[in-house]
């Protein structure tokens, strides 16, 4: 079954504490993004990459490392999270060019206290 | 930084009744998407519009891109309690790249 997986889908952690949010995908897709999604402010472009070793900054970077090692996998990583990340975070994939269709993970829930 | 601003942002109505939701902006956009997301889960592609004035019917959803390609809508015809979830339209950069630009978001809630 084609799918995106995230873990973990719920995560509380505390202000300062290094934590990484893993997102896998099984459709070979060169495209994969990393969105956060907080009430009136729709989804919001973190990092994406378009290939491996490939990523770049989107519309919101500030505290957040992505990496590319693998086309499979895509983690997130906060290297010393605030409460201002407590959000709802989605990986998502496509296909390259010229395909458009995004499949998104299941999403994970994150509070920093 | 291109911005889609969807309206309304919350909408409740009853089963059987028609409404449109609307996703404008000041940018042009390459192509544009609509996606349904229900609670726990991610957004799920509606559908792709990408020339101006372009109409696409999906069973009872219609959506239409503007001529410009800066605003699309969506129009549900005799809504059911099946089409409650939070739809977002989407705006793909007329830059060359890849990005994606999503919208507000709009909360539809269908009483039966």
């Known amino acids: 079954e084609a799918q995106v997986t995230q873990n973990p889908r719920y995560l509380i952690t505390v202000t300062g504490k290094k934590l990484t949010v893993t997102c896998s995908q099984n459709m070979n897709h060169e495209y994969m993004s990393w969105y956060r999604q907080d009430p009136g402010l729709g989804l919001r472009q973190i990092y994406y990459?378009?290939?491996?070793?490939?990523?770049d900054k989107g519309d919101v970077p500030e505290g957040y490392k992505v990496s590319r090692k693998e086309k499979r996998n895509f983690p997130l990583i906060l290297e010393s999270p605030s409460p201002n990340q407590t959000s709802l975070y989605f990986c998502?994939?496509?296909?390259?060019?010229?395909?458009?269709?995004?499949?998104f993970g299941p999403g994970t829930r994150l509070t920093v206290l | 930084t291109q911005l889609l601003e969807q309206s309304p942002q919350f909408l409740s109505i009853q089963e059987g009744e028609n409404l449109t939701v609307y996703c404008n902006s000041s940018?042009?956009?390459?192509?544009l998407q609509w996606y349904r997301q229900e609670p726990g889960e991610g957004p799920v592609l509606l559908v792709t519009v990408v020339t101006g004035g372009e109409v696409k019917k999906l069973k009872r959803l219609t959506f239409q891109f503007g001529d410009a390609r800066k605003d699309s809508s969506l129009h549900i015809t005799a809504a059911q309690p099946g089409d409650t979830g939070l739809y977002l339209c989407a705006g793909r950069s007329n830059f060359g790249n890849e990005k994606l630009t999503f919208g507000t978001g709009t909360r539809l809630t269908i009483i039966p």
């Open positions: 940018s042009v956009f390459s192509s």
């Open positions: 990459s378009m290939n491996v070793e490939v990523t």
């Open positions: 998502a994939t496509k296909l390259g060019r010229p395909y458009n269709e995004q499949f």
